[in-house]
């Protein structure tokens, strides 16, 4: 079957509508579409809301007018209604995706670490600012939590130092240039940016 040079969409526009970025197309067979959502461009008011109340939650904790308990209850009841938003598609758009990101990453289940990641991953493909570096600190945080070694950061054990597998270059495209170093809750000494 010979492909026609037609068969292909051309951008015309892009535009702002409903707070989602849109692409209008113009083109001929299977590939037209007069519009195609690209991206969101602000979070939806539920994620909004589950950001704010957490930022709130962690002010009251540094002041003392909120325990780390009552944090960790409030902190959980958010993720769950992320865990729903999840499995019903009501996460729509990169600011989505990277806020429940940034909120799960917090958590110390690999489970809810794991889904960050994959966040962050759907919002590197929409090209989100920090959505890469997002993606690769929650993968360094995802195998720390499994007993794993890191791969962007490099462990320092029992005076023995181990690098890390990633290559310098690659650690760089992803904003994790080995720059400081930490201790972890295990008593290693992680370097990472």
């Given at each position: 079957?010979?492909?026609?040079?037609?068969?292909?969409?051309?951008?015309?526009?892009?535009?702002?509508?409903?707070?989602?970025?849109?692409?209008?197309?113009?083109?001929?067979?299977?590939?037209?579409?007069?519009?195609?959502?690209?991206?969101?461009?602000?979070?939806?008011?539920?994620?909004?809301?589950?950001?704010?109340?957490?930022?709130v939650d962690y002010v009251k904790v540094q002041e003392g007018s909120l325990t780390e308990s009552?944090?960790?209850?409030?902190?959980?009841?958010?993720?769950?209604?992320?865990?729903?938003?999840?499995?019903?598609?009501?996460?729509?758009?990169?600011?989505?995706?990277?806020?429940?990101?940034?909120?799960?990453?917090?958590?110390?289940?690999?489970?809810?670490?794991?889904?960050?990641?994959?966040?962050?991953?759907?919002?590197?493909?929409l090209n989100a600012p920090d959505a890469l570096r997002l993606s690769a600190r929650t993968e360094?945080?995802?195998?720390?939590?499994?007993?794993?070694?890191?791969?962007?950061?490099?462990?320092?054990?029992?005076?023995?130092?181990?690098?890390?597998?990633?290559?310098?270059?690659?650690?760089?495209?992803?904003?994790?240039?080995?720059?400081?170093v930490r201790p972890s809750k295990s008593g290693d000494v992680i370097t990472t940016s």
């Amino acid at each position: 079957m010979k492909k026609s040079l037609l068969n292909f969409a051309l951008p015309i526009a892009i535009g702002a509508i409903g707070g989602a970025i849109i692409l209008i197309t113009a083109g001929a067979g299977a590939n037209a579409r007069a519009v195609a959502l690209i991206d969101r461009l602000e979070a939806s008011p539920t994620v909004q809301r589950l950001h704010d109340q957490s930022t709130v939650d962690y002010v009251k904790v540094q002041e003392g007018s909120l325990t780390e308990s009552e944090l960790h209850t409030r902190e959980k009841a958010r993720l769950q209604t992320i865990h729903e938003l999840y499995k019903t598609g009501g996460l729509r758009g990169s600011p989505d995706y990277m806020i429940s990101a940034e909120l799960l990453e917090r958590s110390d289940d690999a489970d809810n670490v794991l889904l960050a990641h994959d966040l962050a991953v759907l919002a590197t493909s929409l090209n989100a600012p920090d959505a890469l570096r997002l993606s690769a600190r929650t993968e360094e945080k995802f195998l720390k939590l499994k007993g794993w070694g890191p791969r962007f950061g490099q462990v320092h054990s029992a005076g023995e130092s181990k690098p890390s597998d990633v290559a310098s270059w690659h650690r760089k495209a992803v904003g994790m240039e080995a720059t400081s170093v930490r201790p972890s809750k295990s008593g290693d000494v992680i370097t990472t940016s």
